[in-house]
């Protein structure tokens, strides 16, 4: 099967003959080179092959050879109609949507990451707490990434009503990436979120999992870019992350860094790990001991990836490794890793409008 190596690097860089026939998780490619993987695979085999077999197969060489013998032969039709997942809602800003004068930047981020998962739940025919995988282990959507630009949160007004218009597509059988717009007279919010399937493994941290089974979601013909960036950052293969206009650099030595340690009260989520909306407002808490003139700011942008997590036993080491003013705005690079092992949980990029600009 090495006369097929050429694909397999085409979407990992690097991979070697040796770990054709290493267990999966033993070689370089990760879960979203997987995904990225079977697309490319199905497109030059012209097969497309059932989620069952995929989930069976143990090596990439075992993968090789199941599409060299399938080449070309066509499944049957299924009967499911797949289709891109809709949700539209309306709510009225009222003093709990709101903080310092604006609109909540956490009420906002805990609204997004609970429309993602109503469109999941739309889409599998199930409420969240049903969602279980073959072998009846609880299956969680964990966030790998969140993008939204919005108009400054202090031009948000009480009482001020939001319409947001939102869909879901997926790649993969256990990859979901959501789309969601929220708009006013005066002003407006564009976000994009993505999710993978996980359940819990040993010392309660999540591990990934083959999904739910069918849904009625449609597929990307192709990974989409939003994932593919990420990939590529988590791979640390991009040393300045352009998204919707803004530029940040992706600096390895930092100007600032300090201790934070986790509220287990405030950021712990219902599975006992760092919450995902908490990551933003931990870098924001840390960054005002950096720049104290990042209080009297108000987000326009926000790019959260998410590598891995941590429990509340947990220390956060925050680190600074961008800082830009201009325009009246300031953008900021921040990192969060894990005291314990140096892990790195996320790299977060924003920007932020000055009060006095």
Known sequence: MKQYLQIIQQVVSGFSEEELYLPISET?????????????????????????????????????????????????????????????????????QMANSALSELWLLKYLGDTHWQLLSVGFGKKSSE?????????????????FETSPLNNFSENEFLK????????????????????SDKNNITAQIMTTFSVKGKNNNLVSSEGLGESRIVNYKEIPVFANEYRLLKKNLVEVHSSKGWNFEIN?????????KINPYSDINGVGLLYFASYPIISDFCLSGYQLKSVSSHT????????????????????????KEENGNFFTTTTLSRKSDNKLLSIIFAVKKLLDS
């Open 28 to 96: 370089s490619a990760d879960s979203l080179d997987l995904v990225e993987l079977r697309i490319i695979l199905e497109r030059h085999f012209n097969h497309e092959i059932k989620d069952e077999k995929w989930f069976e197969i143990a090596n990439i060489g075992q993968a090789l050879q199941y599409f060299h013998n399938n080449r070309g032969q066509e499944l049957k039709e299924d009967s499911i109609c797949y289709e891109v997942i809709h949700y539209e809602d309306e709510v009225e800003i009222r003093m709990p």
């Open 164 to 183: 947001f218009e939102s869909e879901l597509e997926g790649f993969g059988k256990s990859s979901f990436l959501s789309k969601i717009n929220g708009f």
């Open 252 to 260: 390895h030595d930092s100007v600032y860094e300090c201790e934070y």
């Open 300 to 323: 326009v942008f926000r790019d959260i990836f998410y590598f891995s997590n941590c429990q509340a036993s947990e220390t956060i080491i925050f680190r600074v490794v961008y800082y």
């Open 131 to 147: 969602f279980r995988d073959s072998s009846s282990d609880r299956v969680y959507a964990t966030f790998l990434r969140i993008c």
